[in-house]
């Protein structure tokens, strides 16, 4: 490609907009051109690296004998209302009428649309484990996007997905799949973190995401301080403390005038806020918007992933001053004992209790009473709770579960995510098959994502220094980036540079050749700045020298090779 008739441009500025690394030099060096908030065009700089990233891709997944399949990206609503996603997801899945007023969805995940072949094209345990994938675009109403591909609105991404007879063999093929995502970023050279994750709206009995940790992430994620434990702050489990062996003590009300906080009840009563439970209030988005009434042991937060679990899936949002007050509680000095749970019409009072607030005895607790609190509440005993779960927000230097490590707090990307489905979606659409004695039964199944520009993102994360974009070798755009000094077309340099470019693209090389009239300067900071692997440059002053001045765009030494070892030196370093 010569550079003259590459479709693009780079900038000399940092784009206003552009937040982290990956972002402004993509843009800058004319990988990505933004159409709006969240949507991006790849350019053909951009959408070379996306097609290297994607040969990845199906290479290990072809190698595990997934089949690759398209699916499409306009989905009838009624295959996302079969699996309750329809109501579930909020106004992230894009849904609209078409000119006959049918309701369609653009997909951000294919789930449904699989699915809904199998409701016709599954009939043998002789035909599991079924083994597919697609790379597809993807839409997302995403309402903060940032960081140029990290977060965005329209996306291409791979999603596989699994079909098998039942848990255990999907437990058999699932490591399989995490080690050829392994093997994915390993031929990015890209550095990777495994944790626990939550499944979120995907559902099923366990997922992991990959992290790539960045200070410019948007999740955190924690990490024992031995290494030996990972997971994403949604799904991290941390050691609340031993439970003090004390009786319980009776009921004691107290004033406490003008403590609505924790910190300040604590400090009033001289107890550590270990010693205290609060209460945090919700509004389910169900019919009867049911009153979530939680209870926590009051030094820690509530983690609302973990608590939107706990409820089954059931959304909620905060419920307001006058919400709290019409449910007989007391803002800032409320408690769950003496509330009746039925408020009428159908309505519920849910209480649910993190476990430290049941394994903890003779806690502060609010009064239902303005000014005044009551120490020694115990749940159990003084109120009953219809949930008891973990639902506590880990935080960093928290202790490690059952050994002395401590947990450490990181930003990072989610670069892929792979989940154990189970039998959800297969039962929502009637899904079976006949196994050995002819008996129907449901299959198990797995769904394993990975975003191509999140990941091309995460790539310039990692590689890159103060003058631009080092591509490795696998996933950049051209093998080599060849530049001609020469005064004139007709000058020797450049006649030795054309020589030069058709001998490259004949030994099958993919080469961008600058063949711009422009200042070696603009020429050299353009090379650093797309970050092609190797530089060979043909200039007066390299054919002076004996030849080609060549330089790899992550090491800082510079190279003469005479002309006529130039080839062999092609094949040695930069082709073997």
Known sequence: ????????????DNPAEAEIVSHRLLQRAGFIKPLASGIYTQMPLGWRVCQKIMDIFRDEMDALGCQEMLMPVLNPAEVWQKTGRWDAVGPELVRFKDRSQRDFVLAMTHEEAFTHILTTDLESYKQLPLLVYHIQTKVRDEPRPRGGLIRVREFVMKDAYSVHADQADIDRFYPEMIQAYRNIYGACDLEVVEVEADSGMMGGSGSHEFMVLSDSGEDTVFISSDGAYAANAERAEFDKGTPLQENLAALEEVYTPNC??????????????????????????????????????????????????ALGGLNFRDATDEEIEAVGAVPG???????????????????????????????????????????????????????????????????????????????????????????????????????????????????????????????????????????????????????????????????QAEALYEKLQDAGLEVLFDDRRESPGVKFADADLIGVPWRATVSARSLQQGGVEVKRRCEPEKKIIPLDDFMDFVFEEIWG
């Not at 550079?3 to 900038?11: D, M, N, S, V, W």
């Not at 169900?286 to 937060?301: A, H, K, S, W």
């Open 333 to 495: 000095f409320a408690s769950p004992l003496g509330l009746n749970k039925d408020l009428g019409r159908g309505r519920k009072l849910i209480i649910v209790a993190d476990d430290s607030a049941l394994n903890f005895p003779n806690l502060v607790g609010g009064a239902n009473k303005p000014d005044y609190h009551l120490k020694n509440t115990n749940a159990g005993r003084d109120y009953q709770p219809d949930i008891v779960a973990d639902i506590a927000l880990a935080r960093d230097g928290d202790k490690c579960l059952n050994r002395a490590a401590v947990l450490q707090a990181h930003r990072g990307i989610e670069v892929g995510h792979c989940f154990k489905l189970g039998r959800r979606y297969a039962e929502a659409m009637n899904v079976t098959y006949l196994d050995e004695n002819g008996k129907a039964q449901v299959p198990v199944m797995g769904s394993y994502g990975i975003g191509v520009g999140r990941l091309m993102a995460a790539i310039v994360e990692q590689h890159h220094d103060e003058y631009g974009i080092i591509w490795p070798e696998t996933v950049a755009p051209f093998d080599v980036h060849l530049i001609s000094l020469g005064k004139g077309l007709e000058e020797e340099t450049s006649q």
């Open 260 to 309: 609505k906080t924790i910190a300040e009840v604590a400090d009033f009563l001289d107890v550590p806020q270990t010693r205290t439970v609060k209460a945090v209030f919700y509004i389910a988005e169900n019919e009867t918007q049911d009153f979530i009434f939680v209870v926590i042991r009051g030094d820690l937060p509530v983690n609302e992933v973990k608590l939107f679990n």
């Open 1 to 12: 490609m010569r550079f003259t008739q590459l479709f693009g441009r780079t900038l000399r």
